[in-house]
Structures are given as structure tokens and as C-alpha cells.
């Protein structure tokens, strides 16, 4: 079992900068996939970025390729997603989540069902 706890949201303006986090518990995170998703209101959710198990690969949503950069920490169990150049159609809940069974050189995937553990979410609101 994997428990995931997202921090970092908040209210910023357009242009501004926020950098998530996602702490991971258990001893295996380096065992896992990651990926970021986002979901806005009456929106579904969609793919942010993702990264793989030891960190080298990653993968964007055109939108936010060239401003925002996911990374990790694998000794401190732990995600990033830094944004940039923020704008209003970023506002939405940003989740992170894990998927197991990767081999090292696994694709990473962008479809969220096939993530196995989910957190519960930090709120990102970008005023213009």
C-alpha cells in the first residue's frame, strides 16, 4: 500500500510561481511511476506531467511543456512539479499518483486509470 499527500497549492497570480510536492509512505517510491494529473471544475481529469521511476525520463501536457518541471527525490520518497509563468487556465486540483509493475525503461504513461494510487489533491488557483 501507497499513501500520497500533495502540498505546495495555493492563490497566486498569473505570471507567479508554486511548486507542488508529493511525499510518498512506505519504503518502495523508487519501485514507482509517477505522474501529476489536474482536474478543474466540470472538467475531466487530465494528464500533467510524469517521470520515471529513477527520475531520467519525463513526459509533459503540451500545455505546460517549457513552463513546468516535474522531478523527484527517491531517497527522500518524494515528487516535485515547479510552475512557472502560472495562468488563469491552470487553475484546477492538482493530483499526484504512482504506478507499480514499471521496469526502469517502462513509457510513461499519460492514461490516469492506469495509475494504482492516488493522492487526495491540492487546490492551485492562478487569478488573472
Known amino acids: 500500500q501507497v499513501r500520497l499527500v500533495e502540498s505546495g497549492g495555493g492563490l497566486v497570480q498569473a505570471g507567479d510561481s508554486l511548486k507542488l510536492s508529493c511525499t510518498s509512505s512506505g519504503r518502495t517510491f523508487s519501485m514507482y511511476a509517477m505522474g501529476w494529473f489536474r482536474q478543474a471544475p466540470g472538467k475531466e481529469r487530465e494528464f500533467v506531467a510524469g517521470?520515471?521511476?529513477?527520475?531520467?525520463?519525463?513526459k509533459y501536457e503540451a500545455a505546460v511543456e517549457g513552463r513546468f518541471t516535474v522531478s523527484r527525490d527517491n531517497n527522500k520518497n518524494t515528487m516535485y512539479l515547479q510552475m512557472d509563468s502560472l495562468k488563469p487556465e491552470d487553475t484546477a486540483a492538482y493530483y499526484c499518483?504512482?504506478?507499480?509493475?514499471?521496469?526502469?525503461?517502462?513509457?510513461?504513461?499519460?492514461?490516469?486509470?492506469?495509475?494504482?494510487?492516488w493522492g487526495q489533491g491540492t487546490q492551485v488557483t492562478v487569478s488573472s
Open positions: 517521470i520515471s521511476r529513477g527520475g531520467g525520463r519525463t
Open positions: 499518483a504512482a504506478k507499480g509493475g514499471q521496469i526502469m525503461t517502462a513509457p510513461i504513461i499519460s492514461d490516469s486509470g492506469s495509475y494504482d494510487y
